[in-house]
């Protein structure tokens, strides 16, 4: 794309802080979308939005138009956003409905969406696809998965999870708005930022800082991003039953102490087994603050909202993570910069208690 477009690094760069931007104003539209559209409707729209945004991105890509990609992008950020929180209300729902954890399983999905997501690109890449068509192409997908998809979710998500149509808008903001002097959603948000950021930087320098940092050939540091997404599907795969027995406290204490030791491991290894354990406990470690933080910010008067409100500190770090440990890695080199990761992380197991189911009088 970017030699397509004829754009720096760091043009590049900008495009990808136009999909959080977009990420973070889709996540409050969300609770309009719920709203107004119930939950079949909101997730729907929310895949056809991204849909639609691919299609133009496919476009501009290939009319060498960096202001049309810049908006394609951001309304696929305002689509994956807008559709970050009317799915994990949906997921939540069914997981109080069933009685056991489940989003850590369905936001197993997200990893091995990634993983496709690679795939998919690789395999344009070798029958020389460009991004253009290749986007036009993933466009017709998500839309065909998501009109298949979307027949099997309720067309109403329970009244309990969105306020009654008789609320006025200026009261539904100010409950948002409210929702950022709630302490403990507010620490949940720090949760899901201290994963996040060790989740992006990961995607964002891991294989760079492999490369360059550690030596390691192209093959070796392509292979240590596999390891990590691979690592952190396979934790929220098996992380479900866990939960319920150790408790979303406990989980996330001892998934946030692993991914602290698999990043000073990375850090300092000098060998590339020790690396490879190292990134392996780094996926686990990332894996489970964000269905967890989901899960809890959705117990509560007004899931939507608390949802929206917590994921939106959360998305923070999709903003400040690839500039900050850029900008650190020209001072203290890369590999050092993942010293935020892991004090971020310390943060998340500071911030765990917030996790703690909500007492209410409900059945």
Do not use: K
Request: glycine fraction near 14%; aromatic fraction near 6%.
């Amino acid at each position: 794309m970017r030699a397509q477009l004829g754009v720096s690094t760091g043009t590049l760069g900008v495009l990808l802080t136009c999909l959080t931007a977009g990420a973070i104003v889709g996540l409050s539209v969300a609770r309009w979308a719920l709203h107004r559209l119930g939950g079949r409707g909101a997730v729907l729209s929310s895949l056809l939005v991204i849909a639609g945004s691919l299609a133009l991105m496919g476009a501009g890509v290939s009319a060498h138009s960096v202001w049309l990609v810049a908006v394609g992008f951001t309304i696929v950020g305002l689509g994956i956003g807008s559709l970050d929180v009317s799915i994990n209300v949906e997921g939540a729902a069914a997981e109080r409905a069933a009685g056991r954890t489940l989003l850590p399983l369905m936001h197993a999905g997200w990893s091995g969406g990634a993983a496709i997501g690679a795939g998919i690109g690789a395999a344009c890449a070798a029958a020389g696809l460009g991004p253009g068509i290749q986007f036009l192409l993933l466009a017709a997908l998500v839309a065909g998965v998501g009109l298949l998809i979307a027949r099997d979710i309720p067309a109403q998500i329970p009244e309990d999870d969105v306020p009654a149509e008789t609320v006025p808008r200026r009261l539904r903001l100010r409950r948002w708005l409210q929702g950022w002097n709630d302490r403990r959603l507010v620490l949940i948000g720090l949760v899901l930022l201290g994963v996040e950021f060790g989740e992006g930087s990961a995607n964002n320098w891991l294989s760079l800082a492999a490369r360059q940092g550690q030596g390691q050939t192209a093959a070796v540091a392509a292979l240590f991003l596999t390891l990590f997404a691979i690592s952190e599907a396979s934790a929220r795969v098996a992380g479900g039953p866990l939960v319920d027995r150790l408790g979303r406290v406990r989980m996330l204490r001892c998934t946030a102490a692993l991914g602290i030791c698999g990043v000073a491991m990375f850090v300092i290894a000098h060998a590339t087994a020790i690396a490879a354990i190292g990134v392996v406990l780094w996926g686990v470690g990332v894996s489970m603050g964000f269905p967890l933080g989901l899960s809890a910010a959705a117990e509560g008067e007004d899931p939507a909202t608390q949802v929206s409100v917590a994921a939106s500190i959360g998305y923070q770090a999709g903003l400040i993570a690839p500039p900050v440990i850029g900008f650190l890695a020209e001072s203290v080199g890369l590999l050092s910069s993942f010293w935020l990761v892991a004090s971020l992380l310390l943060a998340a197991f500071a911030a765990a208690g917030s996790l703690r189911p909500v007492t209410t009088g409900a059945p």
